[in-house]
């Protein structure tokens, strides 16, 4: 059975919730609106999805471009504000990794801070690929969806596994044989390093000259 992408999805705000994409552009450091801004608390630790899982249920829009940032809660309130970071550098380090930015002030750092009964800091980072752990492209294939769904009696919401490519048409944990491999999707080659979360890099991108498309339901693999 061939091999396509039928799904992809991103994290703009580490520990918030993943939204879906019909297509994305990947660069030698990742995309650049994946896990572009974090959260980080008045005792400098990163907030993460395993210490605030309500987290999970608020849904980031990202805008770039617009410099414009927004925040649904389950209630269905929306806070909007700017994305214009302040003169305050912020840094922690989470798994072993530096996650350095600006401190982006307004009504989302306010409400989020009030949705997790305490303050934290809306940081924007320093450059693309601050925000992600093992790898700036992760990948998961349906057939280690179904296997996990079936084995732990659990849904098959992807976005559960926070991963940038969802690969349709994969035997469970198939994906774990292309370690050490490259992989094309579409325009894109990644060099994929690590099986255990399903993590890989951009491999044929070198800087500043990687920007391939990749579209979710269409782009073979």
């Known amino acids: 059975m061939a091999l396509t992408v039928s799904g992809l999805a991103i994290a703009p705000v580490k520990a918030l919730a993943v939204v879906s994409r019909t297509e994305l552009r990947v660069g030698p450091d990742g995309v650049a609106e994946d896990r572009r801004l974090f959260l980080i608390t008045s005792a400098g630790k990163i907030v993460t999805l395993r210490d605030f899982p309500a987290l999970g249920s608020v849904r980031p829009q990202l805008d770039l471009a617009a410099g414009r940032i927004a925040v649904e809660f389950p209630d269905g309130s929306v806070v909007k504000g700017s994305l214009t970071p302040s003169d305050q550098r912020v840094a922690g380090t989470f798994l072993g990794k530096r996650r350095a930015g600006r401190v982006v002030p307004g009504p989302p750092a306010e409400v989020l801070s009030d949705y997790l009964g305490q303050p934290v800091s809306l940081v924007l980072a320093e450059r693309i690929g601050v925000g992600w752990d093992e790898g700036p492209v992760t990948m998961l294939g349906s057939g280690s969806v179904d296997r996990v769904a079936d084995t732990a009696s659990a849904g098959r919401d992807l976005r559960r596994f926070r991963m940038t490519v969802t690969v349709a048409g994969t035997a469970p944990f ?48």
């Open 174 to 221: 198939e994906e774990d044989s292309w370690v050490g491999r490259r992989v094309g999707i579409g325009e894109l080659v990644v060099a994929v390093r690590t099986g255990s979360s399903w993590a890989s890099s951009p491999g044929s991108c070198g800087p500043g000259r990687c920007a391939s498309a990749i579209r979710s339901t269409s782009t073979p693999v």
